[in-house]
């Protein structure tokens, strides 16, 4: 299963923007709010250094696009509608959405750095409407979708609970749905010292503080500062990153700008990579087309040093859920499988992934079968528990 994004936020702060310069899905973008409805799915890409180049071979990539050495891995993001105060309770477009959100393991939460909305998405006076009223409420929604769920029905569970030698596991089991792990229910219950009462004796606090940290540790979140272009984001981005250091990642995005250079670079009118801090003009443009993109240029490139959509999808992945990109390969001297592709495939895995659990997300049969791992570059063999790193390339030796 791929790992997915939520792309969140208040209505008219610019997901759907976001979602199509990443993915390139035509979708519906106007200035007012819901705009969106249905929420929209498409695939984005984290953008990593490929190997091929250190390797000194020219790859035929299968389930990811390399360009210029540079290795595009596909994941998913989900566009939703815009989220108001109480939408958790059925205001707005109400709850029905949040419930897309359910498979995201990251959420990227959109704000209009600009401050040119107000809290319900209308639009205000850029400078007007403080971005940072937008943080809370958003956390807040999503917690109380969570509670909503968990606590339906909650004395029963809880006597059920008592029980139970392994809560966590039980708890999973109901949790599950909502892309909740074991992993993270032991962790925020250890981390609220709740591991040893029993769920029962839960008073209504502790339960509400256990599903806030279950929903940190399960629906991390990441802010694109959106609207970088605009003269009135600049003070506010500042503030927020100053502000929200050590709590969130506040990447300054452009979604505008990037949607513009994407499509541009699809017309073969400029050559840019997304993420890049500049582009070059290689086609035939419009006086009109030359304006706009010397604007993107000056406002956000050498402002920003990008659009920022990139690096908040590789920030997503790679830092805030800590995923390491892994090449696996069977011949170890060709870099090749056993089709003759160079580097057709790149993993994302999470940090801490070993060896052997590599071999069964390739196939369950290689799993069971592991007997060492080969680190290609070096071609030094890796016990079963040996954790990965970042851009391994990697050979599992199975037996028959
Ligand atoms: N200046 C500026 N405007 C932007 C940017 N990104 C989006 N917008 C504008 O913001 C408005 C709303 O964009 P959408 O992408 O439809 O916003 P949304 O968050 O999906 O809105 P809902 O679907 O209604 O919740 C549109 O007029 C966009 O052109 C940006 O980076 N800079
Ligand atoms: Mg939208």
Redesign the pocket.
Known sequence: MTVQAGVV????????????AATLVDV?????????IEANKGVGYVKIKCVCRELGVKDSPVNSVCIDGWRFVPVELI?V??LVPDAWQGRGLGNRFLDELRRANVLIH?I?A?G?TDIE?RPVKPGTHDPMEDLQFLEREITMWMYQIISKDWPRTAKALDLKSNIAKELSKKLSGLGITIADIESALSEISLLRKKPSKWTEDELKNFIHVLREKSKPIIIAA?????PAAEDNIKRLRKELSGKYLVIP???????ALRKAASKNLIKYLPGDSDFEIIGEVTPKQQKVLEYIRERVLKKWGSTGVQQVINAAFLDVLEMLAVFPVENENKYTDHHGRVLPDVYLVPKGTTAREFAYMIHTDLGEKFISAVDVKTKKRLSADFKLEHRMVIKIIAGR
């Open positions: 936020g208040k209505p008219n702060v610019g997901k759907s923007t976001f979602f199509a519906k973008i106007a200035p007012y709010p819901f705009t969106t566009d509608a815009g959109v209009d600009a040119a998405g959106n609207k970088s272009d605009l995005t452009s979604a505008e700008s990037e949607l």
